[in-house]
């Protein structure tokens, strides 16, 4: 069992219709281990976001991630951080129409920035970016538990 986060984005948590759609399919693929609305703040965007500082995409990015609220889940799943990868589709919205229609950021991305949704790339980063959305999670205990359930 692998544990991820998922972050919904502004512009979807704003749209209730397509929300309610992406936690039933969400519920529906993992167990959610803890789940929360939360505005992200530009320092907090900043930290979250560390690694494009320097980009083209940095300011806009960490700039738009505090237009509005968030949805942040911890999910488990076996091969979760892939599956839920998959499930969002491609980083450029462009490409996810036209090589996956079905996935996420087909369905509700705008723009590359404004593509609906993140997801951890590696153990490490879901670790880190955990910590950062979800300071109050023990994720020891919740590794323990997992482990203990296998």
């Given at each position: 069992?692998?544990?991820?986060?998922?972050?919904?984005?502004?512009?979807?948590?704003?749209?209730?219709?397509?929300?309610?759609?992406?936690?039933?399919?969400i519920k529906a693929n993992f167990t959610v281990l803890e789940s929360k609305q939360i505005h992200i703040t530009k320092h907090l965007s900043e930290k979250f976001y560390a690694?494009?500082?320097?980009?083209?995409?940095?300011?806009?990015?960490?700039?738009?991630?505090?237009?509005?609220?968030?949805?942040?889940?911890?999910?488990?799943?076996?091969?979760?951080?892939?599956?839920?990868?998959s499930l969002m589709g491609p980083t450029k919205v462009y490409k996810a129409i036209y090589t996956n229609p079905d996935c996420i950021r087909a369905l509700y991305g705008l723009s590359d920035t404004r593509n609906a949704?993140?997801?951890?790339?590696?153990?490490?980063?879901?670790?880190?970016?955990?910590?950062?959305?979800f300071p109050e999670f023990n994720i020891t205990d919740a590794l323990k538990a997992i482990e203990n359930k296998s």
């Open positions: 069992m692998e544990i991820t986060l998922a972050l919904i984005k502004p512009h979807v948590v704003r749209n209730t219709l397509a929300l309610r759609s992406l936690l039933a399919m690694e494009h500082q320097g980009k083209f995409f940095y300011n806009r990015l960490t700039t738009f991630m505090g237009s509005g609220p968030s949805y942040a889940l911890i999910l488990q799943s076996d091969g979760g951080i892939s599956k839920w990868r949704c993140h997801g951890s790339d590696s153990p490490e980063s879901a670790l880190r970016e955990i910590d950062i959305l």
